[in-house]
């Protein structure tokens, strides 16, 4: 799916936390329904984190379009919750990584360290969008975006499952 420079400049916003009260309320019809909907749906849980609130809209901007696979929309709602931490595919996530880190060098991985990932992914996300203005596909996120991420905690070892 091909996004509109009105929708980058929106989650370029939400991602840098630029977005203004005044800013807001100019915005296009259909933008201003997504923002609006974060305060109807308890999306307010995530105004303290704009990396979840991107990953959100983004899912709002891409469900049911044609063309984009549902997978998309549900990792980016997940990735939203890892995003927040504390809640359920975060604690997944977080057991998965600390598995991992032990099995590789007997460490673990901080909440912090996880956030700083799940960030990272994030902008990798809106890089993509910001350079080619496509929605990634659900095989492009992991291959590219989370591998990168991935390869950031554990290093580039080819991270099994992030890799082709």
């Known amino acids: 799916m091909q996004l509109s420079v009105s929708q980058i400049d929106f989650l370029g916003k939400i991602i840098?936390?630029?977005m203004t009260a005044t800013?807001?309320?100019n915005l296009d019809p259909s933008l201003k329904a997504i923002w609006d909907s974060a305060s109807s749906t308890g999306w307010a849980h995530y105004s303290a984190k704009p990396h979840a609130v991107?990953?959100?809209?983004?899912?709002?901007i891409v469900k049911d379009q044609p063309g984009v696979d549902k997978h998309v929309e549900l990792w980016l709602r997940g990735a939203a919750d890892v995003n927040v931490s504390g809640r359920g595919q975060a604690e997944f996530i977080h057991?998965?990584?600390n598995a991992q880190?032990?099995?590789r060098d007997g460490g673990d991985v901080t909440v912090a360290e996880m956030n700083?990932?799940?960030?990272?992914?994030a902008r990798n996300v809106?890089?993509?969008?910001e350079r080619t203005s496509l929605?990634?596909?659900?095989?492009?996120?992991?291959?590219?975006?989370?591998?990168?991420?991935?390869?950031?905690?554990?290093?580039?070892?080819?991270?099994?499952?992030f890799d082709h």
């Open 116 to 121: 700083a990932i799940s960030d990272e992914l």
């Open 23 to 25: 800013e807001i309320q």
């Open 95 to 97: 057991e998965y990584n």
């Open 135 to 161: 929605v990634s596909t659900i095989s492009q996120i992991a291959g590219h975006d989370a591998k990168a991420a991935a390869d950031n905690l554990y290093g580039d070892l080819g991270v099994r499952g």
């Open 54 to 60: 991107f990953y959100l809209a983004l899912a709002e």
């Open 101 to 103: 880190a032990t099995a």
């Open 16 to 18: 840098k936390s630029q």
């Open 126 to 129: 809106f890089d993509n969008i």
